[in-house]
């Protein structure tokens, strides 16, 4: 990606605030509301994590005075409490269930959203800095994970002693915390600390659905434009969540696109014209064996939709994806159709990114019927720049006594790259063993991922 001429980057956060501090006197609140506050957020809260002791959440903040020990569990916004997220104010609801679909049918409201008028283009670009700032910290604290809710899924179908999972599915209610995040905990994660320092910002934020690998835009939106969006969901899995914020920059339209579900660490801006500042191509990852690019575009078909464009290259050979972003109206099935989905889904992950999106640590697999013979990927950050990546079958770690001493080598390493202790992370090692050789779960959860394969297939 070319940078524009004009655009500025974020340096130490320090600068960037006393930046800001200088041009807050420009800005109306309604613009950039609590300018000075999210700089000071910046400057004095730069890292910090969460830890849950004797069910006490506290978050050690590291500040230029030292590390503060800050209360968590009394802690209420609108957005969110110490581990949860305020369903309602994120309007969140249950959808119908016909009898036989695999999924509940997905709802949105029946408004949209208003923009955010902003005059200059000079200010346009300092919000997506201080946005910018909040989304790498997100990234930086935070981790993906699949697997724990894995786990809870599992343990809670053991609990209830039913055998019919597909029964099971239709009652559970998935978890939602501020520890354990997929794509939809992430995007109301950013809503939340958004909310937090600047509440006008937040009210413009919305969760918005996305329908990954479309294979044909035009027949797809066609039909969504024709039928009207809630005559089309039969056919829809709505498999990604992330955040949208309309917006008005010198009287130009145009979308700002935050999606920590997939570590972007930019504030992705998608103009309807598609001139500066508009993003465009940009790379998302670029390791020795794969480069990884997207790009954001309203649709030609319908400017309801944003085309999400991802490129792919591994050596000489290119690969292109789409995905269907639907932004006109806010998405109110996050937790009941796109967190139900993930715990059907047939892979699991639990990865660490740092501040600029890179998957740095973590684990993987793909859910399968092997077993303890089922394989699981750890990787981490070695040495010189290296990354280590070592496969191990899940029986490794049947028996904490008799894990080998090079494989335990690998988790001393591995542990405080996730953040956690030696003895959490076996533990959850050894919870995904137990889950895994639950041939029955797993053969149910398998045959619910491919009902739901089957039913968007035509997408």
Known sequence: MTEKKGRQTVGTSQAYAKNC??????MTLEQLAHLQTIAMEAMYQRTGSVQCTNNRLTKTVSCRDGDDVIELNDFKSKWAGADNYDLDAFEQIDGPWPIGHPLPLPKWTNHSKKPLVIEKIWQYEDLCGIIEVTLHRILEETHYNTANNFIDFHKAFKQSKQTDLRQFYQSYVPPINRRHHTCVSLAMEIVSRLGDVA???AEHCYLVSCEEAVEAVGPYIENCEENGMEDTVYS????????ALKINVANREGLMILDAGYHVSRAVT???DQMYPHTGWFIQSNEPHCKR????TMSAVSSDFVEWSERTTRGNVEAYELSLVYVERPYRSAVDVTVRRNLVYNFRSLLSRDAKGRVCAGLYFPVSNGGGDSQLTLFYDGPNDSSVKVKQKFSTFKDEEKIPDAVMAHLELLAPQLATTMKDLISLLKSLYEVICDQNFIGQVLSINDEIAVMSADN
């Open 21 to 26: 501090r200088v041009r807050a006197v420009f």
């Open 199 to 201: 509440p006008n910002l």
């Open 236 to 243: 829809l899995e709505k498999e990604h969540v992330l955040i």
């Open 270 to 272: 998608v103009m309807k």
């Open 293 to 296: 690019e997207y790009c954001y």
